[in-house]
C-alpha cells in the first residue's frame, strides 16, 4: 500500500557528509513513524534512526548518536537522514522503512514497507 523510494546516496571520504531522503508514495496513514536502517555485506541488517508521526520524538543507537539527525516534512511526504562526520564503518546500503503505530521503535520486525535502499561508501 506504501512505496518508499531513498535517493542520495554516494561515495564520500571519511569525516564528509550526506543527506539521504525518503519518499512516501501510494496509501500513507495519518500516524506512522519511520525508520532508517543499513546493512553492510555478510552482516544483519541493522537499526540507525528512528522518528514517530509528528517528528517529536527521536531514536539513534550509541554508533549514530551525535553524528546523524533525522527528520520528516509530512506535506513532503519526506523523511531526511543527515549524516556527518562519516566514518569507513558506515559503509552500507541504507534503506527507510514505515510502519503504522504510535511511538518510534528500533526493531526491523516492527516495520511494515521498506525502500530499495542506497548505497553509501565512506573511504578512509
Known amino acids: 500500500q506504501v512505496q518508499l523510494v531513498e535517493s542520495g546516496g554516494g561515495l564520500v571520504q571519511a569525516g564528509g557528509s550526506l543527506r539521504l531522503s525518503c519518499v512516501a508514495s501510494?496509501?500513507?496513514?495519518?500516524?506512522?513513524?519511520m525508520g532508517w536502517f543499513r546493512q553492510a555485506p555478510g552482516k544483519e541488517r541493522e537499526f540507525v534512526a528512528g522518528?514517530?508521526?509528528?517528528?517529536?520524538?527521536?531514536y539513534y543507537p550509541d554508533s549514530v548518536k551525535g553524528r546523524f539527525t533525522v527528520s520528516r516534512d509530512n506535506a513532503k511526504n519526506t523523511v531526511y537522514l543527515q549524516m556527518n562526520s562519516l566514518k569507513p564503518e558506515d559503509t552500507a546500503v541504507y534503506y527507510c522503512?514505515?510502519?503504522?503505530?504510535?511511538?518510534?521503535?528500533?526493531?526491523?520486525?516492527?516495520?511494515?514497507?521498506w525502500g530499495q535502499g542506497t548505497q553509501v561508501t565512506v573511504s578512509s
Open positions: 501510494g496509501r500513507t496513514y495519518s500516524s506512522y513513524y
Open positions: 522503512a514505515a510502519g503504522n503505530g504510535p511511538g518510534v521503535r528500533g526493531s526491523r520486525y516492527e516495520y511494515n514497507y
Open positions: 522518528i514517530n508521526w509528528s517528528g517529536g520524538i527521536t
